[in-house]
């Protein structure tokens, strides 16, 4: 692993970070339209402008998921109950189901992310069996909470002291199956 300092940055990263945040605070109209689409979605994110956290941390976060990407893992998911339909063919009715589940992902940036993706993705499927893969789903603010926790927790216990700087977020996705005869 490279070194990094206490937030857990290298230092062309934490430069680079500093001057995007300089260069949007002098003109705000230098910085790319993608950026700015990133926070007005980021209102519905947990974790992000959800806490009650300065405009300036906010930015440096915001900033942060725009320059250095997310990694997403797949936590879990639970079944749904099934749709069903009905349909004729030559006559007859035919009953269809099609299965369905939500999908639970975590979604986590930071620059330094990549150099420990192994232990973050074993520290979220920790994280996620802990909170719940149910509360997760129907998005429990309990749940998020238990899960943040852990997360970070389960770093810091490994040694990343600057787990607290990684953004974690939860989001779902409802996938649904083929639809088949009942």
């Not at 339209?33 to 979605?41: H, K």
């Not at 269809?96 to 150099?115: A, I, N």
Request: proline share 3%.
């Amino acid at each position: 692993m490279p070194e990094v300092d206490k937030e857990g940055f290298k230092t062309e990263d934490k430069m680079q970070l500093d001057q995007f945040v300089q260069d949007l605070q002098a003109d705000p109209s230098s910085v790319a339209p993608e950026f700015f689409d990133l926070v007005v979605g980021a209102n519905s994110i947990p974790g992000t402008l959800g806490k009650k956290e300065d405009e300036e941390k906010q930015i440096r976060r915001l900033a942060s998921i725009y320059l250095f990407g997310e990694q997403e893992f797949e936590l879990g998911s639970i079944s749904r109950e099934p749709n069903t339909r009905v349909r004729t063919s030559q006559g007859r009715l035919i009953f269809e189901c099609q299965s369905k589940r939500t999908v639970v992902y975590g979604v986590f940036s930071h620059p330094s992310l990549d150099d420990i993706l192994d232990d973050a993705r074993q520290c979220a499927v920790g994280a996620a069996v802990a909170a719940g893969i149910a509360a997760l789903a129907t998005g429990g603010a309990a749940a998020y909470s238990a899960f943040t926790a852990t997360f970070r927790g389960c770093l810091i216990n490994k040694g990343y002291g600057w787990a607290d700087q990684i953004s974690a977020d939860i989001r779902t996705r409802d996938e649904t199956g083929s639809w088949r005869r009942c």
